[in-house]
């Protein structure tokens, strides 16, 4: 049986955790899951990184497939994943239903707390479109410590970033709430790839999982977990 070694980002990252106990299970093989920001993920894979498989956003994996760093026969798609707001547990949570309503909460807010990877830059921008100016958006390194911040700091904070992260933080007991999604106009919807990388060291294996992720049970997984 082989050991798979999978390097991901996003916030499709619980979901591929779950599938890959299920895989373990069903086939012995050992999968191995680290996800990062998208930034370093994208540099280890371009650097040639012995991993097997790799996910990551859709423009990610275009890169990828243009490098000759994966396979592309072995490219799934896992799902989209849509943005949103929270803010410190217990706090008033703002109307986001509307254009005007977020720019509302937004003005009222001291700052918008992002990341640096490309859902953060995504913000940073729309904020910009919106009339506000630079300073609005305060940068963490990646979503855990953006809500990190959100939950421990006095200030009227607003966290950015994929739902489906949010709600895991929430779940894990990070004191914060969900505000709620991006107004339809506003929203970014990202898609998350996976693809078995040509440095692989256990391709068959590699592609037998990238061929589970597209079973039945596998995307009830990911959906579960607010991936569609």
Excluded: C, W
Aim: net charge negative.
């Amino acid at each position: 049986m082989a050991e798979i070694k999978i390097l991901g980002a996003g916030p499709v990252k619980r979901g591929v955790t779950q599938i890959a106990a299920q895989f373990e299970q069903g086939t012995g093989h050992r999968v191995n899951v680290e996800f990062t920001g998208a930034p370093t993920v994208r540099e280890r894979v371009l650097a040639g990184e012995a991993v097997d498989v790799a996910v990551v956003p859709q423009s990610a994996m275009e890169e990828f497939v243009a490098q000759g760093r994966v396979s592309a026969d072995t490219r799934v798609t896992l799902g989209r994943s849509r943005m949103g707001l929270a803010l410190r547990k217990g706090a008033a949570a703002p109307d986001l239903t509307t254009v005007a309503a977020f720019k509302q909460a937004v003005a009222a807010a001291d700052a918008v707390v992002v990341n640096v990877a490309s859902s953060g830059n995504y913000v940073v921008k729309l904020l910009e479109k919106q009339g506000f100016s630079a300073d609005k958006a305060v940068k963490q390194p990646d979503t855990v410590k953006v809500m990190d911040h959100v939950a421990s700091s006095a200030q009227n904070l607003l966290g950015a970033g994929q739902l489906p992260e949010i709600r895991e933080l929430v779940d894990k007991g990070v004191a914060i709430a969900l505000a709620g999604p991006l107004p339809d106009e506003l929203q970014s919807i990202t898609a998350y790839d996976a693809a078995v990388t040509t440095a692989s060291a256990n391709a068959a294996a590699a592609a037998e999982f990238a061929a589970y992720l597209e079973l039945p049970a596998a995307r009830a997984a990911m959906a579960a977990t607010g991936i569609d």
